[in-house]
């Protein structure tokens, strides 16, 4: 079972997964967590230098460089941990490069599908959760966090990119409403847990 998380940075995402994996443990599953950019070797290298302020990085290199990270782990560790049976649990996957490259960035949207079929080689999450608040939300709640840094070069984007990359996403869940579901990110912690904890027993149950 494979289940992606998405969200604008500071949406909530990593703390829903991580309470969602001691959910999905206490069940009996054995659960790979990974996050993207990252989780391989190559792909926390191509992270660094992605998130680093002092790139230059073009909007096409930037498509390239995510793909890549991508495509190394989906073989190197997704592939591998779905094929023993485990769940896998990511922090980003594939519409992150929809939402940020594609509708952020506004590259061609086509071109960023093609490349999106190659760096996953097909291999989908069964389901998304979009933990969705406004960016004035989420960036008060990145600076309450406690060991917050200086923003990092895709966090220095400004308002207009991340609402280009929230209507992304709202995007991605009309279009496929079966599989990216979009999660009220104002509630509470618990009620969200509560929420998404629904959706998965389901999934599991079927
Ligand atoms: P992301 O992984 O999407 O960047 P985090 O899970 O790291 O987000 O959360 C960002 C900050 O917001 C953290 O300080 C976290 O404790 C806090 N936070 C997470 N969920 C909520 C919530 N539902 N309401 C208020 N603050 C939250
Ligand atoms: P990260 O620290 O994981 O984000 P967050 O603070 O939300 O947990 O940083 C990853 C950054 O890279 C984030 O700004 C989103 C961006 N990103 C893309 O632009 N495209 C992608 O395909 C992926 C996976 C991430």
């Not at 490349?115 to 998304?128: D, E, F, I, K, S």
């Amino acid at each position: 079972m494979f289940i992606s998380f998405e969200g604008i940075d500071g949406s909530g995402k990593s703390t829903q997964l991580t309470m969602l994996r001691e959910w999905i443990e206490a069940r009996g599953y054995r659960v790979v967590t990974v996050r993207e950019p990252g989780a391989t070797m190559l792909s926390e290298s191509i992270r660094e230098i992605l998130l680093s302020n002092k790139q230059n990085i073009t909007s096409a290199s930037e498509l390239l460089l995510f793909s890549a990270a991508r495509v190394q782990l989906v073989e190197k560790v997704i592939e591998p941990a779905l094929a023993q049976g485990e769940v896998v649990l990511c922090d980003r996957y594939v519409d992150s490069t929809t939402a940020y490259q594609g509708y952020g960035r506004q590259l061609d949207l086509e071109q960023v599908a093609l490349c999106n079929r190659l760096a996953t080689r097909g291999v989908m999450p069964a389901l998304t959760l979009f933990i969705d608040v406004p960016y004035d939300e989420a960036q008060q709640r990145m600076n309450f966090t406690a060991n917050s840094s200086e923003p990092d070069r895709m966090e220095r984007s400004g308002r207009d990119f991340y609402n280009r990359v929230r209507n992304g996403y709202l995007g991605i869940a009309a279009a496929e409403p079966q599989r990216f579901i979009v999660i009220d990110g104002m509630q509470d912690r618990t009620a969200i847990h509560k929420e998404i904890v629904g959706i998965v027993d389901r999934l599991l149950g079927a």
